[in-house]
């Protein structure tokens, strides 16, 4: 009952206190859209970690294959944007497909196989001119259309957009992560063994978990696509888009359906109000130090840690 | 129910299964004895699909299952246990037991995973931590539970009662025998304790050296000569 | 055509000499530790950085600043091994996450400290041309850092096979335990794996540096790289380090030539994906990666 209440106000906060609070100031809405953007590529790649136990160093490659299946089904064939993004989910999940063999692969090495299809897909993005334009990218894609009277291209509309595609997949995270397949998923990372001698086929719902979450980043990357009006291959593929996901989702506990959400906002944000002010070139040096930091101090991320500060706090508070 | 065809199972040099043929009736229950490295706990690997064999086929119920992936032995009726207990970690016992029937046996069934709790004397703890809360015998309890939410047909245990005091032991054996009755099942057991196995299985076969030495029912098995002569030590002729 | 060719694979003959060394260096780390540095390429630029700044503030050849590279270059060494020393649990996957985040930050401090411009030596003596039986041509300082790249190579296989830190080193690589009860102190034998490489990067990195271009990205790029020598090598073997390298800049130099020059870094990454699928244990070596 107070969870549901603490969800109800968080969801008045985030669709209502937002807008109306910042709406006009447009660089702060564009900078929380792009948060809420890595944030949904940071949940998308927490899941395969979380549930599937796969780390992998190349989202970017679904991002960008969504991001260019959604820009191309509108720009020449015309299709509703809206539906396009949802086909860009698609497309990413195909594009992932094409990565499963890397699944027998130990995990290190399947964090470096998806890698290296990150760099083959921005690669034959470049070459397959007719279709992507090349290196010189995509100009003028469409934006978002007005729905129900709200009109999507505006910050306001997008930021409503982003947050309830982020929403959305957290839902549906939650809800495979509490099903039995969740259950079965997570014990697969200590017990694998335990795991198949009951039925269950691990590597299967790996895979299954590798399309889900390629399908989460393509919409993503669709999204941004429609939202900045412009795609190139070294934007699109950038390895911004699995660096920073990744610093979000590690920093905010990746174990969890909140963590990667909360730490893309936090990470995000500060690096751009913070410490692009200080340092305009090589900010970005932050990240590394966040990934280092956390992996030696806390390698459950800072939401586990917040968790165990309060545990104590409350134990002393109880002395 | 269960026939193993000249199964040979080798590892690099070492040949752990010699051509071994082997028959279970359905509704049997099965002792399965022999020295320690006799090749009972890698039987049950090959069975339950943990190794290929080398050689050899597997049917059960009719069926050869000698291809199927470790998975699908579950799905189609083959439950096993582990002689060190494997808990699904991260999960409390109630949730080992709704994932092992949800993909073993193919659908959840809560009253059926009541029944499973209740007759393994796990119900008090459904809802603890599986692999940090449990004693030994509810460990190995929890051990029966998973195989049994599968919903077997043959039911495969090694050396589930080992380590367990006298006591416990003939406690559990009775749990067995509820089980066994209660669901229809196959058993084979592999077990150290001669009184045990007297008491629960009228079918005895012994292994020495991956070779089946002696087939029949416990009294006959435990007084042949190559049986004693397998524990004292000596090499088979 | 045949011209083209057979100067394709002299080029790529001679880029596999450097190649190899930044490949050895990850793998012999690999070895030890069971490690992959993603932060070894960044080692090997910084080593290219330190040649450019000895060269821009005095003026000293390339070959002259290798000393000043060694320190720089391990020191950072060793503090990414001390780093990993406090990794506490599934140090697999924790060290790709922390050497990810090493090289990150390297990455932007080199951009910070030198700019994001393309660099290269200004020296003329190693860009002069060097013709090969009046065909084949190359950079003299391509041919000088092929020699000294194989030359390297060689003489870590004596240090591996002939001394006593070498042979601890392998008996660590191949079984911790054992190494442990033969009186081998692991830890100092990771902290010294780390520091050859070290030392290898050193060298690659001024052979990059003099041979070729360098802007702060080109570090991600060399990590890739020489993973994927080492996955063609089968980690750990020093003939198949170099055979991979050789394999690999030859296939670059043969598309350039062949095809065009954008599908150059599709070769290699082409090449990685099927020997990972199709024989996971690379062309030389036995360590699987696959999954039991």
């Known amino acids: 009952m107070k969870h549901r209440m603490v969800v109800l106000v968080a969801l008045v906060l985030a669709y209502g206190a937002v807008p109306l609070l910042l709406g006009s100031m447009d660089y702060v809405m564009s900078l929380i859209i792009a948060a809420l953007t890595i944030g949904g590529v940071a949940l998308a790649w927490a899941l395969l970690g979380n549930l599937g136990g796969l780390v992998s160093f190349g989202h970017a490659a679904f991002f960008g294959v969504g991001a260019y299946t959604s820009a191309i089904l509108v720009v020449d064939h015309h299709w509703p944007v809206l539906l396009a993004m949802v086909a860009g989910g698609v497309g990413a999940a195909v594009a992932s497909v094409a990565t499963m063999p890397a699944l027998r692969l130990r995990g290190p090495y399947f964090a470096l196989a998806i890698l290296a299809y990150g760099h083959i897909f921005r690669i034959l993005a470049v070459e397959a001119t007719s279709l992507t334009g090349g290196a010189a990218g995509m100009l003028s894609i469409p934006g978002f259309p007005t729905l129900l009277g709200i009109n999507l291209a505006s910050k306001t509309g997008a930021y409503a957009l982003i947050l309830t595609i982020v929403l959305l997949f957290a839902w549906l995270y939650g809800l495979i992560r509490r099903s039995t397949y969740g259950l079965a998923l997570r014990a697969m990372h200590d017990s694998e063994l335990a795991t198949r001698v009951v039925g269950v086929p691990s590597t299967h719902l790996k895979a299954a978990m590798l399309v889900i979450s390629a399908f989460m980043t393509g919409v993503v990357g669709a999204f941004n696509a429609h939202q900045i009006n412009f795609l190139d291959p070294e934007y699109a593929f950038a390895s911004s888009w699995t660096v920073l996901p990744i610093a979000a989702a590690i920093f905010g506990g990746y174990r969890t359906v909140w963590g990667p959400v909360l730490g893309a906002l936090v990470v995000f944000l500060v690096d751009q109000l913070v410490f692009k002010e200080l340092m305009p070139s090589g900010h970005q040096l932050v990240f590394g130090v966040l990934l280092g930091g956390m992996v030696i101090l806390g390698p459950h991320g800072l939401l586990p840690l917040l968790g165990r500060w309060s545990k104590k706090e409350a134990s002393h508070a109880g002395a | 129910m269960l026939e193993l065809d000249a199964i040979t199972m080798r590892f690099g040099g070492l040949t752990a299964l010699h051509a071994m043929s082997l028959s279970v009736a359905e509704g049997e229950t099965l002792g399965l004895v022999g020295p320690n490295g006799a090749g009972k706990t890698t039987l049950f690997n090959v069975i339950s699909g943990v190794y290929a064999p080398s050689g050899g086929t597997i049917r059960f119920g009719g069926q050869d299952v000698g291809a199927l992936p470790q998975w699908k032995r579950a799905q189609v009726g083959i439950g096993r246990t582990f002689q060190i207990p494997q808990p699904m970690r991260e999960l409390t016992v109630r949730e080992n037991l709704r994932v092992a029937q949800r993909f073993g046996a193919g659908k959840e069934d809560p009253a059926a995973l009541d029944e499973i709790l209740d007759l393994l004397g796990l119900t008090h703890k459904q809802h603890a931590d599986a692999a940090t809360s449990l004693a030994l015998t509810e460990q190995k309890a929890l051990e029966v539970g998973k195989a049994l939410a599968v919903r077997p047909r043959l039911l495969m245990l090694d050396e589930v009662l080992g380590g367990l005091e006298m006591a416990t032991k003939r406690a559990f054996a009775r749990t067995l025998e509820t089980v066994r009755a209660r669901f229809g099942l196959t058993m084979v057991i592999i077990e150290h304790d001669i009184e045990t196995i007297k008491a629960l299985c009228p079918r005895v076969v012994v292994l020495n050296f991956g070779q089946l030495i002696a087939d029949g029912t416990p009294e006959a098995v435990f007084n042949d000569p190559q049986v004693i002569r397998s524990y004292t030590g000596d090499t088979p002729a | ?292």
């Open chain 3, 1 to 292: 055509m045949l011209e083209l060719i057979l100067q394709a694979l002299y080029s790529g003959l001679l880029a596999g000499g450097y190649y190899a060394m930044i490949a050895l260096g990850l793998a012999l780390v690999f070895g030890t530790m069971r490690i992959i540095n993603l932060a070894h390429g960044e080692l090997v630029l910084l080593a290219a950085y330190v040649a450019f700044e000895m060269e821009r503030s005095f003026g000293w050849t390339p070959l002259a600043s290798i000393p000043v590279a060694l320190v720089v270059v391990g020191l950072t060494a060793l503090v990414i091994y001390l780093l990993i020393g406090r990794i506490r649990q599934d140090r697999e996957l924790n060290s790709l996450i922390l050497t990810f985040g090493i090289a990150i930050v390297l990455t932007n401090l080199i951009l910070m400290i030198w700019s994001a411009d393309i660099r290269s030596t200004s020296n003329s003596w190693f860009m002069d041309g060097v013709v090969l039986g009046d065909t084949l041509f190359s950079m003299r300082g391509e041919v000088i850092f092929c020699v000294i790249g194989v030359l390297l190579l060689a003489a870590t296989y004596w240090w591996l096979n002939h001394t006593w830190q070498g042979r601890a080193l392998r008996a660590v690589a191949s079984n911790r335990d054992a190494a442990k009860l033969m009186g081998v102190n692991p830890a100092r034998i990771e902290a010294l794996s780390f520091l050859v490489s070290g030392v290898l990067a050193t060298f690659a990195g001024v052979a990059v540096y003099t041979a070729s271009v360098v802007f702060p990205a080109v570090g991600h790029n060399l990590t890739i790289k020489a993973f994927v020598i080492t996955v063609l090598a089968g980690m750990g073997s020093v003939p198949g380090v170099l055979l991979g390298a050789v394999l690999i800049g030859v296939g670059e130099t043969l598309t350039t030539t062949l095809a065009k020059p954008s599908l150059q870094e599709l070769t290699g990454m082409v090449i990685f994906l099927l020997i990972l699928f199709l024989r996971p244990s690379g062309l030389f070596g036995r360590k699987g990666m696959v999954k039991k």
